[in-house]
């Protein structure tokens, strides 16, 4: 399906409906029998791109992996480091399945980048959200809305990003602290810091990972007095330890919590024997899920009282969800069939 | 004298309608069902925070945009989220509408009550009740004022990022009813940006919460959607909000143009360059006069107009960015530039921008101020055709704006004594509005559509759009009973009259952006 025109009558011609992409999230694209799979991997292409604007439309099915590519001849990014890119994850599954990477610590994830969007209702009508330029407070903002509905609200057409200028550098270092608790409170003290961190991820081992970006020249000098000012030993490591792990070891569960909250999830997960990672300064743990183990993460996770998402594992709900109390009520106006649903 | 010709908002009369409710204590000449709804709220609220007589309800008949004007039935002034819930539900039983309001500041005309509807203040309502620096967050009621914020998280080097500049006394609900803005959007986003979780009571009395206190969740982003929903949808009770570092040092430069666009060729080449300062302003000859003439805050004389730029971060980031944006401002043909000294240097250069507004104020009797929004590279030729358009009408225009995202603040200067002036400033006003979505731009960056600009809604989004979000609005609300008349285009559309000065304004309590 390439065309609005084919997409709507696609979704018109279907009783339950699930629009897919890359379907580099497959928990995402579990659905019941019967459920249309609305492929929308040939809707792709970015429509408007000016570099001088910083911002740039593409089709949902546009691998982020172009778009990366594109703005980077550009010296322009998406500061939020979204997951799955080399695996071909699309503009409407990161935006529909609301994944960030660790870069989010700093500007935000992708509900702060995403600035519009086109969608189909359940009922197929045509709606835009949004608009194109980077600051607006015009009408209600139904692309944030559209993020984490994980295709179950709209199906999303096309969306219009805000980028930000690429750092001329980047430098990662860790500093092993030899344990959780110590990881945690070093964190404490990093985010306090006016030390402007990219990203800042942990270990359960307690190896603390941070990543500064900027100027040529300057991230050196910063990582010396982040050390001095710490009393944290941080030595310059590869980029590579931001890379997500693949095959079983793969973190594939994306849990939101607190720091707070983090002794008693990784005493949890460590029972269970699961990898697990702490990444945007322990507000979300990414846990690995090996094959016909959902049952037992799900128990662990509802006995501490949080929610996951899983994405190569279904079911994708794992866990305590907030209440889905608000999500059935704009179900009314965004899918009053439950098409979608 | 600003108001003297104030077009008062009198939407029709909100029909009544009883719902069975026993109505003995009607009085003679009252409707029975007005006189039961008021009743019902005085076994709510004590006298001193249920306030009925016209002396008191005066005080809540307009907002920042003194344009509008209109009188409550009744103000309520809640000390506990239970007291607003059941203020909300008394509205639904009687089907009365309700507005909640902050301290008022809305620009828009967001904050002007309902006529012969139902104010639910929120000032007191104002605790910080849970501040958490290792997960940056603070948990608050709705009536904290926005600096608050910041002030209780300074002991621990954070602050509450969103920056309007009515800070120092509008609320933190209005902020997200608004999504409001502020200088520092380009690096730091807007309100609904740094909101985490909120509880809120939906029109119908039902109380729901969404996100949480962490910055990632599941589900749908609900709270995105709720900030800048305008009060359409309901009250926030309470809100989680996200806090971040304050910046280890600022280098705040200000420089002088012979014309407008080279200070936007300036603003161009800075972000060209893969620099993202805290803030870019630029001011016009017109708004610096007013502004010198206010706060002599020593703005290049001779020029036509005056770009501010502050760089923010670490130190080492600050000194490598200072030289490259040194090297840019040498290279756009600046009449001259300077860096501030000191921390004093750089209040005053913001003196100057912070009061632009005010200022501008006493140029003129009554203004116009406008918030569209336009693609940055067109910003050159917005402000040519702002200037073009002002001339057709013949009126004086004074510009003001963030430049790093393109949002403009012209002010339309007018004296409404002077018959057909009042009116040329409309017509400009809605020019100016027609060029920001023509070129592809927004109605409004951050004071939000109100009353003032709810004419232009349908024009920048059209019909199917504007009709699905009038669907959404009522599965929150399916009576409109909360702030109807906002945002949505409606029949008695009032016209655009934004001018003056508020009170607090001339008072310099607050400003404009």
């Not at chain 1, 199906?155 to 001329?168: G, S």
């Not at chain 2, 925070?49 to 409550?72: H, I, K, N």
């Amino acid at each position: 399906m390439t065309t609005t025109d084919s997409i709507r009558d696609a979704l018109l011609a279907s009783p339950k409906a699930r629009p897919v992409g890359a379907r580099t999230k497959p928990a995402l694209c579990d659905a019941p029998a019967g459920t249309a799979f609305l492929d929308l991997s040939g809707h792709r292409g970015i429509t408007d791109y000016e570099p001088g604007e910083f911002t740039f439309t593409a089709r949902a099915g546009t691998p982020l992996r172009d778009i990366a590519e594109t703005l980077a001849r550009n010296g322009q990014y998406l500061p939020f480091d979204p997951p799955l890119v080399a695996e071909g994850a699309t503009v409407g599954g990161t935006i529909a399945a609301g994944l960030n990477g660790p870069g989010r610590l700093r500007y935000g994830g992708v509900r702060d980048f995403i600035i519009g969007a086109t969608f189909l209702t359940g009922d197929a009508r045509l709606i835009r959200g949004g608009g194109k330029v980077v600051k607006s407070a015009a009408g209600f903002d139904f692309p944030k809305l559209l993020v984490g509905s994980c295709g179950r609200l709209g199906v999303i057409l096309e969306a219009t990003f805000k980028v930000f200028p690429l750092p001329q550098e980047r430098l990662t270092a860790a500093a092993e602290t030899g344990s959780l608790r110590a990881a945690l409170e070093l964190t404490a003290r990093l985010v306090l810091q006016p030390a402007d961190l990219d990203a800042l991820d942990f270990e359960p081992g307690g190896r603390v990972l941070v990543r500064l970006a900027g100027d040529h020249g300057t991230l050196e000098a910063r990582r010396e007095r982040l050390s001095r000012e710490t009393g944290a030993a941080f030595a310059a490591v590869g980029e590579s330890c931001w890379a997500a792990p693949s095959g079983d070891a793969a973190l594939s569960v994306k849990v939101p919590l607190t720091p707070a909250r983090v002794p008693e999830l990784d005493a949890a997960l460590a029972s269970l024997g699961l990898p697990r990672r702490y990444s945007v300064a322990g507000q979300v743990a990414w846990v690995g899920l090996p094959a016909g183990q959902p049952a037992a993460l799900d128990a662990a996770l509802r006995a501490c009282r949080l929610g996951g998402l899983s994405l190569q594992t279904a079911p994708a709900r794992l866990g305590l969800w907030p209440s889905s109390e608000g999500e059935q009520w704009v179900r009314r106006a965004f899918d009053p069939g439950g098409r979608l649903a | 004298m600003p108001g003297h010709h104030n077009r008062r908002w009198r939407p029709g009369r909100p029909a009544l309608r009883s719902e069975g409710r026993p109505a003995a204590d009607a009085g003679p000449g009252q409707p029975l069902e007005s006189v039961s709804f008021i009743s019902d709220l005085q076994t709510l609220f004590p006298p001193d925070r249920c306030l009925l007589d016209g002396a008191a309800l005066a005080a809540y008949e307009s907002d920042g945009l003194t344009a509008f004007a209109a009188t409550p039935r009744a103000v309520v002034v809640p000390v506990s989220r239970e007291e607003v819930i059941a203020a909300v539900k008394t509205c639904a039983a009687w089907n009365v509408p309700f507005m909640a309001r902050g301290s008022g500041t809305s620009l828009s005309g967001g904050a002007v009550p309902v006529e012969d509807g139902l104010v639910i203040a929120l000032n007191r309502l104002n605790r910080i009740l849970h501040l958490d620096p290792e997960a940056r967050t603070a948990v608050v009621e709705p009536g904290v004022v926005n600096l608050a914020v910041s002030a209780a998280a300074a002991p621990h080097g954070l602050y509450f990022a969103p920056d309007p500049s009515s800070q120092q006394i509008c609320t933190i609900g209005g902020n997200v009813a608004f999504n409001s803005g502020g200088a520092h959007c380009l690096k730091y986003g807007m309100t609904s940006n740094h909101i985490l979780g909120m509880t809120v009571v939906a029109a119908t009395g039902e109380v729901l919460t969404f996100g949480g206190g962490s910055m990632e969740s599941l589900g749908p982003d609900l709270v995105g959607l709720f900030c800048g929903s305008e009060g359409l949808f309901g009250i926030a009770l309470e809100l989680t909000l996200r806090l971040i570092p304050k910046a280890e040092v600022f280098h705040t430069l200000l420089a002088g143009y012979d014309t407008t666009e080279r200070a936007g060729d300036a603003v161009s080449a800075i972000i060209a360059a893969g620099i993202l300062p805290g803030a870019m302003e630029i001011m016009d000859r017109l708004a610096i006069d007013a502004a010198e003439a206010a706060t002599h805050c020593g703005y290049p004389p001779n020029a036509a107009t005056v770009l501010i730029v502050e760089l923010e971060g670490p130190r080492e980031q600050v000194e490598s960015e200072k030289r490259r944006l040194a090297a840019i401002i040498a290279q756009s043909h600046p009449l001259e530039s300077r860096v501030a000294r000191d921390a004093d240097d750089r209040a005053l250069i913001w003196k100057g921008r912070k009061s632009a507004f005010s200022a501008v104020g006493r140029l003129s009797p009554d203004f116009i101020v406008q918030d569209g929004v336009v693609p940055r590279s067109r910003l050159g030729e917005a402000l040519r055709r702002i200037g073009e358009l002002a001339a057709e009408h013949g009126l004086r225009c004074a510009n003001v704006f963030h430049a790093g995202d393109g949002n403009l603040h012209p002010l339309i200067l007018f004296d409404g004594r002077i018959p057909g002036q009042f009116e040329r400033g409309e017509a400009l006003a809605g020019r100016i509005l027609e060029m920001c979505i023509e070129m592809g731009g927004s109605i409004t960056g951050e004071h939000g559509v109100g009353l003032e600009k709810r004419a232009f809604l349908t024009p920048m989004f059209g019909e199917p759009d504007v009709a699905f979000m009038r669907e959404v609005r009522r599965v929150f609300d399916p009576r409109e009973l909360a702030n109807p008349g906002k945002m949505f285009p409606s029949g008695e559309a009032p016209a655009l009259t934004a001018h003056g000065l508020h009170p607090l304004e001339k008072a310099g309590v607050l400003s404009r952006e």
